[in-house]
């Protein structure tokens, strides 16, 4: 038997979260079900991070252990020939047998996605959260960044959770501003000044980009943070107040939580000997 | 009655493209619904180009009269609450009388997305044309300007298509590789050297863009001109093969035909005096 990590990037627009669920499909059951055909046999896959419904990743670390002898290459090919083309292992390699990605994981890094213009681009309306009207981005980032270091997050956990503790380090929390995005691609110079006629303030926008890293995420955590943060970029309430919502470790002191979509699990770090498989 | 010109954005994964047709839903037929709805009777919408099924656009451009008195802001506004959010009306603005946005166009732009690396983007599995293995982008882009100029195109038609002409001018045509793609985003520099479980190379990849900006264009030109690039990209042809495509004013001379959902149209450039709706 041999245990293997893999790397994988999905969109979780049509999926039910990560976690196998008895009411739609999930991306475990489905990376599950493809193992079973390849191995013959029941497979339990664990992840690094439990994405809800509509909650994308880039990087989501996932393990499991197989019979089969393949080399993670073919391993790779073999499970993405089964997956829809929503799901996609990036990479697979062997890891030692104890290896489990979420109680090993030391630090997670989250993107959300905000876009802040009058219309929201067709191409993302399942990957942002369209937030029309004017956004003080500056006052957002110090927000931010308050939130970085050991806190107790109790304020940021979706009501009805159950952990031992909410305690969390976060040792990055930042806001920035792109043009990043499918249909600001920039044009060949090639092309400037032909005076197309495409309204680029108009369907502009602009995509606002949070990314968090830390040693671990309550449940909703990320998204109840960028709806807090959003109060504070519609001026509804000041920077400061970022501090006291920590304070209160209250879930009704902090702002909404956004929507899924505009999460994405970037990706899971490990201490170096896990990272290796060695 | 008055006459309004609109600038649309479209996901066309899930129309049968522009034009309305009795075997599936088009974008022509669900603007024209929705102006139906809000003007009480039947309305025709003219577009500027006709995508097809799973062609997306950034600045289509069409046009219709109606008699109901609305801004222009109010009309995008209306119209947009009655489309899916797959596509939107960006802009709006009264045209004159005889404006056609098909026949008054004097310049059309397209831009085709290639992903090459060994792993598709879930990303960009309706946006772009996953081509593995390696590919020699200059020659690509050498090949691509010898596109450039007047000429008889005959060669980059859909077989049957019945048109007056087949020559066109291509005034730019260029090859560009670029990483703005939504997993590729920047990453803050605060997270540089996190060793974060992202394998950038393995998920990478590279997004090639052609870009190409003509008098007009013959069905399906776009997709054979890259299928054809894609020929001298895998080195299956040299760069000079393209000439000799042209000159042979034979769809059998060209490459294969890429699939639709890596082509965008992109905008339309019309005469200032009417781009002003003067």
């Not at 245990?3 to 627009?13: N, S």
């Not at 090639?190 to 108009?202: Q, Y």
């Amino acid at each position: 038997m041999r245990t293997f990590k893999i790397i994988l990037a999905y969109d979780g627009t049509d999926y039910v979260g990560w976690q196998r669920q008895a009411n739609g499909i999930s991306v475990q059951a489905l990376i599950e079900d493809a193992l079973r055909a390849l191995d013959g046999g029941d497979v339990t896959v664990a992840g690094a991070g439990r994405t809800d419904a509509g909650v994308h990743a880039l990087g989501q670390v996932a393990s499991f252990t197989i019979a089969r002898e393949l080399s993670p290459d073919a391993l790779r090919r073999a499970i993405n020939a089964r997956l829809p083309h929503a799901i996609r292992v990036l990479s697979a390699e062997e890891a030692p047998a104890g290896f489990h990605p979420r109680f090993g994981a030391r630090r997670k890094t989250y993107r959300y996605r905000l876009w802040n213009g009058d219309v929201l681009s067709p191409f993302e309306r399942a990957y942002a959260w369209h937030v029309p009207g004017p956004l003080d981005v500056e006052a957002m980032g110090a927000a931010a960044r308050l939130l970085e270091g050991r806190h107790d997050f109790a304020a940021f956990q979706a009501t009805a959770s159950d952990v031992a503790t909410t305690v969390r380090e976060i040792v990055a929390s930042n806001i920035s501003t792109t043009n990043d995005t499918l249909d600001a691609e920039e044009e060949p110079s090639s092309h400037k000044g032909l005076n197309l006629s495409v309204p680029r303030v108009a369907r502009g926008g602009e995509l606002i980009v949070y990314e968090v890293t830390g040693s671990g995420f309550l449940r909703h955590m990320v998204r109840i943070i960028v709806g807090s943060l959003v109060e504070i970029g519609r001026g509804r309430q000041p920077v400061e107040w970022m501090s006291a919502v920590i304070a209160a470790r209250d879930r009704a002191a902090a702002g909404p939580t956004a929507p899924p979509q505009g999460l994405f699990l970037v990706g899971v770090e490990y201490a170096a000997a896990l990272a290796d498989g060695s």
